[in-house]
Structures are given as structure tokens and as C-alpha cells.
């Protein structure tokens, strides 16, 4: 998926962690945070025909706190032994994640117990439900990995194996019920034939690292780079109809927001509002203290945000304000997923968290 690329070289020293539990357990959160007002208005990026021409704009953000908006930790798990990397909800609606540690786990969604553990031969960095019980793996060994989750052991071999990246596969997409495509750091986004087990386009504009992927609502494809750049793909036609420029280091992370309309995280430590049809950026969201690895939508009017600061931010789009900062993560946060209104985090200190508004 979009938001799961590798991390190269990274080395996390986590000392004293809690031996692995493959359960959640309760958290009391007795952190307290100040109320104030929040406008009620919709978000001026729901629509395309609203969207204010205020290009570049420089924000340097006011962190508050909201009666409306007011996370907090309620569950957490010792997942991983070494820095979890992906988080997908599965059609079922169990939770995949993935780890350095060369293990993807499947975590149940009522008992939140680990079910099923594949172990890999690498490290595996993104994953992607195909069809329902189908879990393709992007890898270290330049592989894609495909797992059936209704027919695994604890140790097993991948069902079938993609083979044709030259690098690593950091970030993983659909682009229509036939076809996936998956971007390396070997520069390429190659295109794959689901059924026929094999690869029916490259998709060659991006001068390095290929970091993150995703579908967006037309169809096309939008993949950011360690190139600084951002672009828009007619996979189709195996053809690059836009590039967006304006990240100082590389990007990330991608949400599409709405039609027509992306969120961009990068190692500039800013996220950046897009129109991609104009080719604009609209805004530019400034708070975290290091680089911007995962973003996630959590309504219309608010986006949440990891960084390897070891924050999740929450993000007012209306006022362009970080409204709340959440800070129990030990490490760098690496992804984040909304599951049904419930915001799960995943981190270099090897746990899963979830965040409830209360």
C-alpha cells in the first residue's frame, strides 16, 4: 500500500523492551488536554470547485487542543521483534502487519490475538490483500510474495513469487481487479498481470528510489520518490501525466484526500496539500521534528500523521492547525491505519497502539 515503504539502512536500539505478548491489553491514559472552540465548517479540500488558490502558503502551525477532537491510547501490543514496518486492514477486517523481523502476523479483530504468523525467508516491507485471502509482499529479495491466508502454517512458502524489480519492493498498489503494480528502489513502477503471474509494464519517470504508491479515485496511479517528486500515472498507457515538485527531501507517504486533491509527507519534516490538477501545492503543514513516514484520513476535516519524531500528529485541515500530538510511541511511528474510526499506530519500539476519540 501506499504508506509502507523500506527504511534503508536504519538500526533501532531499543534496550529493555517487554518480552513479545501476542494479545492487547487495557491502558489507562491520564494525560489532560485543554478544550477550545473548532469551527464546524466542511473542509475547503472536500471539493474541487472550493479549493482556495492560496499556493505555497508557509504554515508554521500552533499545536491546540479541541473539545471535538481528544485521542487517546487505549489498547497496546508487543507485536514485533524488531521495527514493524505495515499495517493493513484485510477484507475480514483482521489486521496484517509486517516486521523486519521477516514475519507478517495476522491479528484477530475481536479477540486481537494473534491468529496466523507467516514466516519469511527476508525482510518484508509492504503488503497488499490482492482478493480477499490473497496477501502479496513486497521484499528485501527484490521479490513479490504471495501468500494464501486460508491455507497457512507458521513456516511457510509463498504460493507464488513476482520476480523482475532489480532492488528492493518498498510500496505496493492495485490498479484494477487484473493488475497490481509495485515501486523498488531500482527506480521502476512495474505493472503485473494478477492472474498470469507476470509483468505487463514498467513505468519508468522517476530518476531514483521508488518509495511510496498509491490508487487513486480515477484510476490513476501517484508514486513519490526519493527523487523529491510526486507523480501521476495513466498506467494504461504507461505514461506520466503530471509531476509535482516542491518537497526539499524525499517523499514518503501519499493520501488522496479527494478527487483531485493529495496529502505528501516527506523528510523535510512537512506535509504538503496538492491539487493535481492544477499542479499546485495549496498548503504546506509545519510541526514535526523529523521526516513524515505515514499519513492517514480520519474524516473529511482531519488527517493524522507519524513521523519519526515519535509523534502522531492530528490535523485540522480547516484551520491548517495540529490540534492534538500524541507521544507514547518510544521510537519512530511508522504507520498508521483508521480502522472503522479507530486510529492503530506501529513503531520502531516493535508495538501496535490504538487510539480512540473520547
Same mark, same amino acid.
Given at each position: ?12 536500539? %531499543?534496550?529493555?523492551?517487554? $518480552? ?42 500552533? *499545536?491546540?487542543?479541541?473539545? $471535538? ?7 497496546? =501490543? ?5 521495527? #514493524?514496518?505495515?499495517? =493493513? ?37 509492504? &503488503? ?14 527484490? %521479490? #513479490? ?74 484510476? !490513476? ?27 526539499? !527531501?524525499?517523499?514518503?507517504? #501519499? ?26 501545492? &495549496? ?9 513524515? !513516514? ?6 473529511? %476535516? ?14 485540522? &485541515? ?6 492534538? *500530538? ?15 474510526? #479507530? ?6 519500539? $516493535?508495538?501496535?497502539?490504538?487510539? %480512540?476519540?473520547?
Amino acid at each position: 500500500m501506499g504508506l509502507c515503504e523500506s527504511i534503508p539502512n536504519e538500526k533501532v536500539n %531499543e534496550n529493555n523492551q517487554k $518480552k513479545e505478548n501476542s494479545s492487547f491489553r487495557n491502558i489507562s491514559n491520564s494525560t489532560n488536554y485543554t478544550d477550545s472552540h473548532i469551527h464546524k465548517n466542511s473542509s475547503p479540500y472536500n471539493q474541487n470547485s472550493s479549493v482556495q488558490n492560496n499556493v505555497q502558503s508557509n504554515l508554521e502551525v500552533k *499545536t491546540i487542543i479541541t473539545s $471535538k477532537i481528544n485521542y487517546k491510547r487505549t489498547n497496546s =501490543i508487543d507485536a514485533h521483534k524488531d521495527i #514493524i514496518v505495515c499495517l =493493513i486492514e484485510l477484507h475480514d477486517r483482521n489486521i496484517a502487519s509486517c516486521s523486519y523481523d521477516k514475519t507478517i502476523k495476522i491479528w484477530n479483530k475481536t479477540t486481537y490475538q494473534c491468529d496466523k504468523e507467516i514466516i519469511t525467508s527476508s525482510k518484508v516491507f509492504c &503488503l497488499l490483500e490482492f482478493e480477499p485471502g490473497k496477501l502479496l509482499c513486497g521484499t528485501e529479495n527484490k %521479490e #513479490i510474495e504471495l501468500y494464501d491466508l486460508y491455507d497457512i502454517k507458521s513456516s511457510t512458502k509463498p504460493d507464488i513469487v513476482f520476480q523482475g524489480h532489480l532492488l528492493w519492493v518498498n510500496c505496493l498498489a492495485k490498479c484494477d481487479e487484473h493488475m497490481f503494480a509495485s515501486g523498488s528502489n531500482d527506480t521502476d513502477i512495474r505493472i503485473w498481470d494478477y492472474s498470469a503471474h507476470q509483468q505487463s509494464k514498467v513505468l519508468s519517470d522517476h530518476s531514483k528510489e521508488v518509495l511510496t504508491l498509491i490508487q487513486l479515485k480515477d484510476g !490513476r496511479l501517484c508514486s513519490g520518490s526519493a527523487d523529491l517528486s510526486i507523480k501521476i500515472w495513466n498506467w494504461k498507457e504507461e505514461k506520466c501525466d503530471a509531476t509535482l515538485i516542491g518537497h526539499l !527531501r524525499w517523499v514518503k507517504c #501519499i493520501l488522496e484526500l479527494s478527487k483531485g486533491i493529495i496529502i505528501s509527507g516527506s523528510d523535510d519534516k512537512t506535509i504538503r496539500v496538492w491539487d493535481i490538477d492544477k499542479k499546485e501545492c &495549496l498548503d504546506k503543514l509545519i510541526d514535526h521534528k523529523k521526516s513524515v !513516514r505515514s499519513l492517514c484520513k480520519l474524516s473529511n %476535516e482531519y488527517i493524522a500523521s507519524a513521523s519519526f519524531d515519535g509523534t502522531i500528529k492530528i490535523w485540522d &485541515l480547516n484551520k491548517k492547525e495540529c490540534i492534538q *500530538t500524541l507521544t507514547e510511541h518510544s521510537s519512530k511511528v511508522i504507520c498508521l491505519l483508521n480502522y472503522s474510526g #479507530i486510529l492503530i499506530s506501529a513503531s520502531g519500539d $516493535k508495538t501496535i497502539k490504538l487510539w %480512540e476519540n473520547k
